[in-house]
């Protein structure tokens, strides 16, 4: 009966170990799930702040901005545009100044403009 006794003893004694050893697993992958939740969660945050920072980043008037002060640009006028004719393409060449496409001729830039060549 002793041995019995024991043997019950032994037994209680392991699944109570058991137990306790399967809480603790239990709390720890509870509280990991909590940080990854909150990370998550701080992540979602961050990736709305960029998203609405860089819609504001985007804006027309700022990239017009830019554009004038650190490159130097200028708007588009009337005055300081110019108009091609196709018929002027195929004829006259580039404009003064301007570079020769690479790898064609004449008539194959003016049929890519669409105009004709005579």
């Known amino acids: ?10 037994a209680v004694l392991a699944s109570a170990l058991y137990l306790v050893r399967t809480q603790y697993e239990s709390r720890r992958l509870v509280t990991e799930l909590d940080r990854a939740a909150s990370e998550a969660h701080r992540l979602e945050v961050e990736h709305e702040r960029l998203q609405v920072e860089k819609r504001a980043q985007a804006t027309p008037l700022r990239v017009e901005k830019l554009a004038k002060e650190q490159l130097q640009m ?14 002027e ?17 004449a008539a194959a830039s003016a049929a890519s403009v669409g105009a004709t060549s005579p």
Do not use: D, E, H, W
């Open 74 to 87: 200028r708007g588009a006028s009337p005055a300081i545009t110019q108009y091609v004719k196709p018929n």
């Open 89 to 105: 393409v195929s004829a006259a060449g580039p404009p003064q100044g301007a570079k020769a496409p690479s790898g064609g001729s």
């Open 1 to 10: 009966m002793t041995r019995l006794n024991l043997v019950l003893l032994l």
